[in-house]
């Protein structure tokens, strides 16, 4: 079982007084990846431009550049603002395979401090159902605990 609340510690620790984004990004992506099997690829996605997904800091094989916000897991994160748990990636209509082994996956929208999405936090395992609501929970709050915390 993934202890959230350690891994945060951790990541808070190692972040700490850093305001740089994509720093914040490579760090958190790093300590995740090595935190737990589950996870084959680890990544962010950057909101550009409008409506528009380009890759940020990742872990693991090759990550699709572009996503259009109406296209894939990650578009539907950031265009409805809602997490995404998909058990079987070829049952989510639209799902972008930037990998054959991927079986499913977890989604978070990313929001900084005014509660702008500035990206999408996209996380594939090559287990089917490997995520669930504890998930969803534990990521949750590390990402607003480094990316909605205040900067002075
Ligand atoms: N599968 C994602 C695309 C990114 S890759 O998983 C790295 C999607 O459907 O949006």
């Known amino acids: 079982m993934q202890d959230y609340s350690e891994l945060g510690a951790r990541i808070a620790a190692l972040t700490e ?74 049952a989510f209509p639209g799902h972008i395979a930037c990998s054959a082994t991927t079986r499913s996956e977890i989604v978070l929208p990313v929001r900084n401090s005014g509660g702008d999405i500035i990206g999408v936090l996209d996380i594939d395992s090559d287990r089917p159902a490997a995520f669930g609501p504890a998930d969803a929970e534990g990521l949750g709050r590390i ?10």
């Open 143 to 152: 990402l607003s605990d480094v990316f909605a915390r205040p900067r002075s």
């Open 17 to 90: 007084g850093e305001t740089d984004t994509v720093a914040l990004m490579a760090t958190v992506v790093c300590e995740l990846h090595h935190s737990d099997d589950r996870f084959d690829w680890t990544g962010f996605y950057r909101a550009t431009e409008p409506e528009v997904l380009k890759i940020g800091p990742y872990q693991g094989g090759h990550g699709c550049l572009v996503i259009p916000y109406s296209r894939g897991v990650c578009g539907a994160a950031a265009r409805t603002g809602e997490v995404q748990i998909v058990d079987d990636v070829d």
